[in-house]
């Protein structure tokens, strides 16, 4: 089944305790409402809906399903259930907050905590349209992204991976504080021609383990997607794709244009964490902090991270994948799924 859009659940619809409002996002995985709850509190409710295997028509309820398709959705549905349960023990100030997850209408619901603000691309988007220079501080970008590391070092703690880190996936609070959002390891690329699920990437953020068969997933992994979202701050575009600089690797030259606008010690951080080979990379995103936190020398650098990447055994995972498949969009662009 080709993609194609399906309807939203209609405006004022009761569903498990929930009033919904209006729909707020989309995209080919899901649709997000803003709903309110039996107590007036205001939620975001997520639902599974991947427009590639399911279509809903305006007026119903529950989306139609061919048969060939239903193996496939099942799965991904159950990868999705899996991952509210898996954020739902999660409490931390940077990282989505799962209230409740649920079954209606042949699909599942996620319903996370309401914040009001914007993406981190919309931040980046609107400086980029109004020509500021630089495009965002760094003071913004380390102090910012030191929070977002705060959230990220809890969901590896838990043995989980984000697997899907760039700036629409970075939520910002009105007061600025950063929310790590929507995470790629339950969200899929959907395919009903092949039996297995396909994990969805976006080209720039995603390191070269997100591209190979069985590549070797772990904290290294969300480290490179944290160091092509500072770029992206820096530059208001992501890095060149991994499969690219594996050719012809034009990164050094985006980095010299980089020079008097912030401070080496930044760049060489954003160098580090792009490093294409996962050893090259910091081990954990402790060493990663330290470095953002504290200005040493590329060689202190990797000092600091050497006993980290001999201890590298640690095996670190959201859902175990054995095939990467890239996202049908490219960031900086807007994308709900």
Not at 55 to 61: A, K, M, T, V
Not at 130 to 137: D, F, H, I, R, T
Not at 293 to 312: F, G, I, N, S
């Amino acid at each position: 089944m080709a993609a194609q859009n399906n309807a939203p659940l209609p405006d004022g619809l009761k569903l498990a305790g929930y009033r919904i409002v209006k729909k707020i996002a989309s995209g080919g995985f899901s649709i997000v409402y803003l709903a309110y709850d039996e107590d007036g509190n205001a939620v975001a409710i997520k639902e599974y809906l991947p427009s590639s295997l399911a279509l809903r028509q305006w007026g119903e309820l529950a989306p139609a399903i061919p048969p060939e398709n239903l193996p496939t959705f099942r799965i991904g549905l159950k990868c999705f259930f899996e991952e509210g349960r898996a954020l739902a023990q999660i409490s931390h100030p940077n990282v989505v907050s799962v209230l409740n997850f649920f079954r209606a209408n042949d699909t599942v619901y996620m319903v996370m905590a309401y914040e009001s603000g914007r993406s981190l691309q919309e931040h980046i988007l609107r400086r980029r349209d109004k020509g500021e220079q630089p495009l965002v501080s760094e003071k913004f970008i380390r102090k910012m992204f030191r929070q977002v590391m705060n959230g990220l070092r809890e969901v590896h703690t838990h043995k989980l991976l984000h697997l899907d880190l760039k700036p629409a996936n970075i939520y910002l609070r009105a007061d600025g504080t950063p929310i790590l959002l929507d995470f790629g390891a339950a969200r899929q690329t959907l395919r009903a021609d092949a039996p297995k699920l396909y994990p969805m990437y976006t080209p720039g953020f995603a390191p070269v383990e997100l591209y190979e068969k069985d590549g070797n997933l772990g904290p290294w992994t969300d480290i490179y997607s944290i160091g092509a979202s500072i770029f992206a701050c820096m530059v208001g575009a992501p890095p060149q794709p991994v499969d690219q600089r594996k050719v012809n690797d034009k990164m050094e030259t985006h980095f010299r244009k980089l020079e008097g606008l912030y401070s080496p010690e930044l760049i060489q951080v954003v160098r580090w964490s792009l490093m294409i080979d996962p050893l090259e990379r910091p081990q954990s995103v402790f060493a990663l902090q330290r470095a953002l936190m504290t200005p040493v020398h590329e060689e202190k650098l990797r000092m600091v991270d050497k006993v980290l990447r001999k201890a590298r055994g640690v095996f670190f995972t959201h859902l175990q994948f054995r095939r990467k498949a890239p996202a049908p969009e490219n960031t900086i662009q807007e994308n709900t799924q």
